[in-house]
């Protein structure tokens, strides 16, 4: 099985990292003979979206799983999009991690366990949908943001004065996509190209709309 873990350092006794979006390597192991591939983050110096990029070259690298300690809400869903395992990990090395996941002494995570933004140093809140309530009060829409789920949503309010109020919020419509039917004739082969092709393009909707709620979240 191939197993990205979260490093701090580009060898098998390096400490395991942490953070997931913002670690500095991937170690990519084959937890059948441990032979390994050290990969720089690509995401760890981002200013924003660092998670969905980190999930997505994760996810090109082929990976079964990942072990790591710390997932934010939008890498946790590209993740789980494609079919990748997550598993929190203790402290010690990636070599220690591979092998307590061989073991069966990790944990699946069935969430993502910090803020989006965590890896930042105090990044914004995983809020609950209620805006702050600032401005002339000419919102554009009449939610109060996307608070449902793991509270990705917070709502852009601008109402008058400076109190935690419901506010106007923007709201902002995530379409769902309806993968292809396959014919009933069509060959295994067939059929497994096209969900393939309906993953991606699922994988890709999901980060698109993720970073365009990020971009909405920074500028209030």
């Given at each position: 099985?191939?197993?990205?873990?979260?490093?701090?350092?580009?060898?098998?006794?390096?400490?395991?990292?942490?953070?997931?979006?913002?670690?500095?390597?991937?170690?990519?192991?084959?937890?059948?003979?441990?032979?390994?591939?050290?990969?720089?983050?690509?995401?760890?110096?981002?200013?924003?979206?660092?998670?969905?990029?980190?999930?997505?070259?994760?996810?090109?690298?082929?990976?079964?799983?990942?072990?790591?300690?710390?997932?934010?809400?939008?890498?946790?869903?590209?993740?789980?999009?494609?079919?990748?395992?997550?598993?929190?990990?203790?402290?010690?090395?990636?070599?220690?991690?591979?092998?307590a996941f061989k073991a069966g002494r990790v944990q699946p995570m069935g969430g993502a366990n910090v803020a989006a933004y965590a890896g930042m140093g105090g990044g914004a809140a995983m809020g609950g949908?209620?805006?702050?309530?600032?401005?002339?009060?000419?919102?554009?829409?009449?939610?109060?943001?996307?608070?449902?789920?793991?509270?990705?949503?917070?709502?852009?309010?601008?109402?008058?004065?400076?109190?935690?109020?419901?506010?106007?919020?923007?709201?902002?419509?995530?379409?769902?996509?309806?993968?292809?039917?396959?014919?009933?004739?069509?060959?295994?082969?067939?059929?497994?190209?096209?969900?393939?092709?309906?993953?991606?393009?699922?994988?890709?909707?999901?980060?698109?709309?993720?970073?365009?709620?990020?971009?909405?979240?920074?500028?209030?």
């Open positions: 099985m191939k197993i990205v873990v979260s490093a701090q350092g580009d060898r098998l006794d390096s400490p395991a990292s942490p953070v997931f979006g913002r670690c500095p390597t991937y170690i990519l192991v084959d937890s059948e003979t441990m032979e390994f591939e050290a990969l720089p983050n690509p995401a760890m110096n981002q200013g924003g979206g660092a998670g969905i990029q980190a999930a997505q070259f994760v996810v090109g690298l082929g990976a079964q799983a990942v072990l790591s300690g710390n997932l934010g809400p939008n890498a946790f869903d590209v993740l789980q999009a494609a079919g990748v395992r997550n598993y929190q990990v203790p402290e010690g090395t990636v070599r220690q991690a591979v092998e949908g209620r805006g702050t309530g600032r401005g002339m009060g000419r919102g554009m829409g009449g939610g109060a943001g996307m608070g449902g789920g793991r509270g990705m949503g917070r709502g852009m309010g601008q109402g008058m004065g400076g109190g935690m109020g419901r506010g106007a919020g923007v709201n902002v419509p995530v379409q769902a996509a309806t993968p292809p039917k396959a014919a009933p004739e069509a060959p295994a082969e067939s059929e497994l190209a096209q969900l393939r092709k309906s993953l991606v393009s699922l994988q890709q909707q999901l980060a698109d709309t993720m970073e365009r709620i990020e971009r909405l979240e920074t500028r209030r």
